[in-house]
């Protein structure tokens, strides 16, 4: 009889944690265990029910509200970690590199982006979407589609800055200081080329003929 009476309280016990569990977990309760299970006083759980569970049955543990699993190892977080992000307590996410927010949702671009450019995840890596116009890391290279020539430098989208001696929009125009003459053409800083018969730094000389 003291066996049973035990049983009963036993039983009254297993069933308070099941009806708890379920009241207070509602659609997000970890697995739970269904309700009018018998818990067995003399149960064995190998490896033992950790973070507060309680062993009900052979190697069946309750978990308490915030973990799950066979041995109720796992933390839940509720909603889910995002973007890779692990759960280590209830409730508390630890984010990859890249994340942040409660629930790692929030993705951080280190140094920021630049020139209008948006911080999004791509395949759980952090990276600037840069304008068409922009490109790098952070956006910060604008990009020239005509190509800066000459040692040029695209400073601005469009905007090359040329080097001395250049010109144009791709620096792709010699400057002579003095023009070339009789027809001669300028293909370098201060340097002609000069059409026959003439010849010299400005295409000034004519060349004598035999
Ligand atoms: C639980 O396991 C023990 C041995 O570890 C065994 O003696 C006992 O009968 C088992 N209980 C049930 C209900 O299977």
């Known amino acids: 009889m003291v066996s049973a009476g035990h ?11 099941a009806f708890v569990g379920i009241c207070s977990g509602g659609s997000d309760a970890p697995r739970g265990v269904a ?12 490896p033992p029910c950790e973070h ?14 915030g973990y799950e699993g066979e041995t109720c190892q796992y933390a839940n977080c509720y909603p889910k970690c995002k973007n890779g992000g692990e ?12 994340f942040g927010g409660r629930y790692c949702h929030k ?6 982006c630049w020139n209008g450019g948006e911080c999004i995840a791509v395949n759980g890596v952090a990276k600037c979407n840069c304008p068409s116009s922009w490109s790098g890391s952070k956006c910060q290279h604008a990009i020239c589609p005509q190509g800066c020539r000459n040692g040029g430098i695209c400073v601005a989208p469009g905007i090359c800055s040329c080097p001395e001696g250049w010109l144009g929009g791709a620096c792709h125009t010699a400057v002579c200081s003095r023009p070339c003459l009789n027809g ?9 080329r000069c059409r026959p018969p003439f010849s010299g730094p400005h295409c000034e000389e004519r060349k004598k003929l035999h």
Do not use: Y
């Not at 209830?90 to 590199?97: I, V, Y």
């Open 87 to 98: 759960c280590l307590r209830p409730g508390k996410c630890r984010c990859l590199p890249g």
């Open 184 to 192: 001669g053409k300028c293909i370098s800083p201060n340097k002609c």
């Open 35 to 46: 309700v009018g299970f018998v818990f067995d006083p003399k149960a064995k759980c190998d």
């Open 52 to 65: 507060g569970g309680v062993c009900i049955r052979n190697n069946t543990c309750f978990c308490s509200k």
């Open 7 to 17: 049983g009963s309280a036993f039983f009254l016990f297993a069933s308070l944690l």
């Open 107 to 112: 993705v951080m671009c280190d140094g920021g």
